[in-house]
Each structure stands twice: as structure tokens, then as C-alpha cells.
């Protein structure tokens, strides 16, 4: 079994003002190194998720409609960090998946290495929760 199928699975819970979020990093793969299976480092964002949970806003339509959901979001990371491309994988509904694609934008990125230390592009899938807490659905 290739290490590559062996993705990071971490999940953290983060709340912002009135709102929890959920994210994690469940998928890179060497996007500039087809025969390089091995990632020592994964693309991480600067900041950890501190940085995401202060960059992250929840939607007011959304909010006030009691919209929830998990928004997954693939984004290829570049060499220098920043983001080439992004993309929604499964969405939830267009404030949302708007929502998470602005974050993820906004982030700075830190470069996935080979296990030699080599900075690549490297492709992240990262599931973005949307969670409203309960006195906030009660309004």
C-alpha cells in the first residue's frame, strides 16, 4: 500500500464567535511529481487553525436561514505557498461553499515537502464544518 494512501486525518474544533468549525487536512498529494509518492510535510496553513477560525466568516443568510453542513474543499498549494487553484468538491449551498473558498484564499500557506526537504505543489482536500451552536439555531 502506497504511503500517499495514508492521508492526515486530524480534526479540530475551533469556535468563532457564536460558530464552530470543524476542519482538517484528509488529502495531499505531490501535484508537480507524479513518481513521488511521499510527502514528509503537507501544505499547513500559517497560523494553524487559530488563523483559519479568525479568517473564517459564516455567512448571515446562511446563519439566519439555520444553514449548516460541511463544505469539502480540494486546493492545489504551490511551491511558495500560495494557492493555484481551488476548488469545491462537495458543497452544501453557495454562501457556504462561497465561505470556505474565501477562507481558504485568504490563508497563508505553508508548502508541502518531499521527504528530502524539497518544497512541491501539493493538492489538499480540507472539510470545512459549518456548525451554528444552538442558541444561535433557537433564535
Same mark, same amino acid.
Request: glycine share 6%; hydrophobic share 40%; net charge negative.
Given at each position: 500500500m502506497n504511503r500517499i494512501s495514508l492521508f492526515v486525518t486530524a480534526i479540530l474544533a475551533i469556535l468563532i464567535f457564536q460558530i464552530g468549525v470543524t476542519t482538517s487536512v484528509t488529502n !495531499? #498529494? !505531490? !501535484?508537480? =511529481?507524479?513518481? %513521488? /509518492? *511521499?510527502l514528509k510535510d503537507f501544505p499547513s496553513i500559517e497560523g494553524g487553525m487559530k488563523s483559519l477560525a479568525s479568517k473564517l466568516i459564516y455567512p448571515a443568510?446562511?446563519?439566519?436561514?439555520?444553514? @449548516?453542513? =460541511? /463544505?469539502?474543499?480540494? !486546493? *492545489? #498549494?504551490g511551491k511558495d505557498g500560495s494557492v493555484d487553484s481551488i476548488w469545491v468538491v462537495k458543497g452544501v449551498r453557495t454562501d457556504l461553499d462561497s465561505a470556505? #473558498?474565501?477562507v481558504i484564499k485568504r490563508l497563508t500557506w505553508k508548502p508541502g =515537502?518531499? @521527504? %528530502?526537504g524539497e518544497a512541491v505543489k501539493a493538492t489538499v482536500t480540507i472539510p470545512i464544518m459549518f456548525k451554528l451552536k444552538s442558541d444561535k439555531k433557537n433564535q
Open positions: !495531499a #498529494i !505531490a !501535484a508537480d =511529481k507524479p513518481d %513521488q /509518492v *511521499t443568510s446562511a446563519k439566519n436561514d439555520g444553514v @449548516e453542513g =460541511k /463544505v469539502m474543499v480540494s !486546493a *492545489t #498549494i470556505a #473558498i474565501t =515537502k518531499t @521527504e %528530502q
